[in-house]
């Protein structure tokens, strides 16, 4: 109920109905595995550098339909951030405008389910972008790969610590690891935890 209410009141919020496709009921076996690289940790100063997502389809990773697009940020980097991505200020010298990227990245969504690593900070950083620009929220239901696991894993292991890790998970998954950091590779091995968890171990996904 507070949900819906939540969404209600988001929709009333929206500035352009353009974008009106976004609170419209999503299709049942489609999600979209997303990830950003940023200029730091903190959504309310740092800036988003890259985006890369999947659309994920009757089980399926729908590979032939991805997004990558680089962003060039308004805040400098932090030379910790630049170790973690490898992404210099000179790489994004002919990347796009936020405005432009963040709305290609809405028709690319849609209405559909969101899945990611840690994605409350991915979706923090949407947010940061879309609020002023069109007075909402991203409004689509979201699905936290690592708290998939968590829950999956203590049902086996009992008031065990659960390692949360983005490798450990990977390793017990037995998901070979691509290059990481990279926004579209870790959205590719989220997608693949997320199946694995969904139909190998038959995790429930409400």
């Known amino acids: 109920m507070f949900n819906k209410l939540k969404n209600y009141f988001n929709r009333k919020n929206l500035k352009d109905e353009k974008f009106s496709y976004l609170f419209e009921r999503p299709v049942d076996d489609e999600f979209v ?10 959504p309310l100063e740092d800036d988003i550098i890259s985006i890369g997502a999947v659309i ?10 991805k997004f990558v697009r680089f962003v060039k940020p308004e805040t400098k980097l932090q030379v910790e951030a630049i170790k973690v991505h490898h992404i210099r200020e000179c790489d994004l010298l002919e990347a796009g405008n936020i405005d432009t990227v963040i709305e290609e990245f809405l028709e690319f ?3 559909r389910k969101l899945v990611g690593y840690y994605l409350e900070f991915d979706i923090a950083m949407i947010n940061k972008y879309l609020k002023p620009k069109l007075g ?9 790969v690592s708290a998939i696991y968590h829950d999956w894993k203590i049902e086996a292991i009992p008031q065990s610590n659960i390692d949360l890790r983005f490798d450990t998970i990977l390793k017990e998954l037995k998901i ?4 990481k950091h990279d926004a579209y590779n870790d959205a590719i091995m989220t ?3 997320f199946l694995k968890l969904k139909n190998q171990a038959k995790v429930k996904v409400k």
């Open 136 to 144: 909402i929220k991203l409004p689509n239901k979201a699905y936290e």
């Open 56 to 65: 994920i389809k009757n089980n399926t990773i729908v590979s032939s339909k």
């Open 176 to 179: 070979p690891p691509l290059g």
């Open 33 to 42: 595995c997303f990830d950003c690289e940023t200029t730091g940790l903190n």
């Open 109 to 111: 969504i849609g209405s």
């Open 191 to 193: 997608a693949m935890m």
